[in-house]
C-alpha cells in the first residue's frame, strides 16, 4: 500500500514534468523553425516618413453611430469631456431602445446636455405578426419624435436572424415592414440601417480570407451559407427598401459593406439618391486605397457622414489621420479588422466640413447649428 500510495504521488509529477519538456521542445522548434502564430507576429516599422499624430479634429464633428447602451443612467459629464478633447460636437447615440428605456435616455439628456446628444429609437421587427402591427409601432414612431427622437436604427438582426412567428427569417424587404419606412419620411427622420456584415464572413474560413483573424477570434461572425442567404441577396433585400421607399432618407452603416469596392458603392449612390453612407467601423477599407478613397469622398460629398461605432476616444485619433493627413504606411487600431497599413487621404477642407458635419445637419434634424457656426 505504501509502495502504491509514492506511486501515485510521483505520477501527477512525472506528468508536469513531461509537459512541461514538451512546452519547451515545441517553443524551441518553433524557434528554431522560425514559426510564429499570426496574432503574435507585430512588427515595428523602420520606415522613417513625415507622421502627423491627431488627437483632435480639424472642424467639429458628428458621430452619426454610436452606442450608448447605459444612457437612461449614465453620468454624462466624463463623456462629454472626452468629446470635447476630440472636437465631437455631437454624439448620436443608436441605442435609445423604446418604451421607459427610451424615455428615461432622453430626459438623461434633456436635464443635462441637450444640445450635444441625438438618439435614435428602435423598434422589434420580430413583433410583424402580432396584433396592434404596425400601428403600435407607428404610434412609437409618431410618441418618440415628439419626446425628441431624431431617427430610427435598424440593427443586423433584420434580414439574419429575425423571424416571424411561423420561424421564417424575416426579409429586410418584407412588405410587412413598408408603413414603418413609409411613416418615418413622412415624420422627416433618417433610417440607419446596417444590414448584413462584411462579405468575407460568408467565405470559407482559411488562407486566402482576409478576415480570417477575427473569425478565428469571433467563431460567431462567420455566416454559414448553408444557414443563411448569400451576402449578395441580403443586400439586395436592402436595395430594394431604397427603391421602394423614394421619401425617406436612409443611412446605408459601413459604407453599405462596400468600402472594398468603391465603383459598386458609387453605383448604389447614383441609383437611390436618397441612400447616404457613413464610415463607422470600416475606416480600414478607406485607409489602403487613399487615392480612389479620395475621389470617391470627393465626388460624393454630399453624401458621407462621419461614424465611429464602438466608443473608445484613442480610436478616433485613426480617423482624423486618415481623413486630414496624407501621411503614409500607419497602423489601424484593431488588427483583426486590417493585417494592412492606413495612408491617408489629405481631403480638402471644403470635403472635410461636409462629412464631419455639414451633411449630417441636412439630414437629422433638429441638431443644434450654433456649435458649429464660424466654421467656415
Not at 472594398?260 to 478607406?286: C, H, R, S, W
Request: hydrophobic residues 40%.
Amino acid at each position: 500500500m505504501a509502495f502504491s500510495a509514492k506511486k501515485w504521488v510521483l505520477l501527477p509529477i512525472a506528468v508536469l514534468i513531461f509537459l512541461g519538456i514538451t512546452y519547451w521542445l515545441v517553443g524551441l522548434i518553433q524557434y528554431r523553425l522560425n514559426v510564429m502564430d499570426v496574432e503574435e507576429y507585430d512588427p515595428v516599422s523602420t520606415l522613417v516618413v513625415p507622421e502627423h499624430i491627431l488627437t483632435k479634429s480639424k472642424y467639429p464633428f458628428i458621430d452619426v453611430h454610436n452606442h450608448q447602451w447605459i444612457m437612461p443612467v449614465q453620468d454624462l459629464d466624463d463623456l462629454v469631456e472626452e468629446m470635447d478633447s476630440l472636437n465631437m460636437g455631437v454624439m448620436v447615440n443608436l441605442s435609445g431602445f423604446r418604451g421607459k428605456i427610451l424615455e428615461w435616455s432622453l430626459d438623461n439628456v434633456a436635464e443635462n446636455f441637450p444640445n450635444r446628444f441625438v438618439v435614435f429609437l428602435n423598434l422589434n421587427f420580430e413583433n410583424l405578426d402580432d396584433p396592434g402591427w404596425p400601428e403600435e409601432p407607428l404610434a412609437m414612431l409618431e410618441d418618440g419624435v415628439k419626446q425628441g427622437v431624431k431617427g430610427l436604427k435598424v440593427y443586423k438582426e433584420l434580414g439574419l436572424n429575425d423571424q416571424d412567428n411561423d420561424g421564417n427569417r424575416i426579409p429586410v424587404n418584407d412588405p410587412r415592414l413598408d408603413p414603418i419606412w413609409a411613416k418615418c419620411g413622412e415624420l422627416g427622420i433618417p433610417v440607419l440601417i446596417h444590414s448584413g456584415e462584411p462579405a468575407s464572413f460568408w467565405m470559407p474560413k482559411d488562407k486566402k480570407n482576409e478576415r480570417w483573424l477575427e473569425l478565428k477570434q469571433y467563431p460567431s461572425r462567420y455566416r454559414n451559407p448553408e444557414k443563411l442567404p448569400p451576402f449578395d441577396s441580403i443586400m439586395a433585400e436592402q436595395h430594394a427598401v431604397f427603391r421602394k421607399h423614394p421619401n425617406t432618407k436612409f443611412i446605408n452603416a459601413h459604407l453599405g459593406w462596400y468600402g472594398n469596392d468603391l465603383t459598386k458603392l458609387g453605383k448604389l449612390m447614383d441609383q437611390f439618391p436618397n441612400m447616404y453612407t457613413e464610415i463607422g467601423a470600416v475606416l480600414a477599407e478607406l485607409g489602403r486605397q487613399p487615392k480612389a478613397a479620395r475621389a470617391f469622398f470627393i465626388h460624393y460629398q454630399d453624401r458621407i457622414l462621419f461614424g465611429k461605432d464602438t466608443y473608445k476616444m484613442e480610436e478616433y485619433y485613426t480617423y482624423f489621420r486618415v481623413l486630414e493627413t496624407d501621411d503614409e504606411y500607419f497602423d489601424y487600431y484593431r488588427k483583426r479588422h486590417a493585417n494592412w497599413k492606413m495612408y491617408g487621404m489629405n481631403l480638402p477642407d471644403s470635403v472635410l466640413r461636409k462629412v464631419y458635419y455639414e451633411n449630417a445637419l441636412n439630414i437629422i434634424p433638429g441638431i443644434d447649428r450654433s456649435i458649429f457656426i464660424g466654421q467656415e
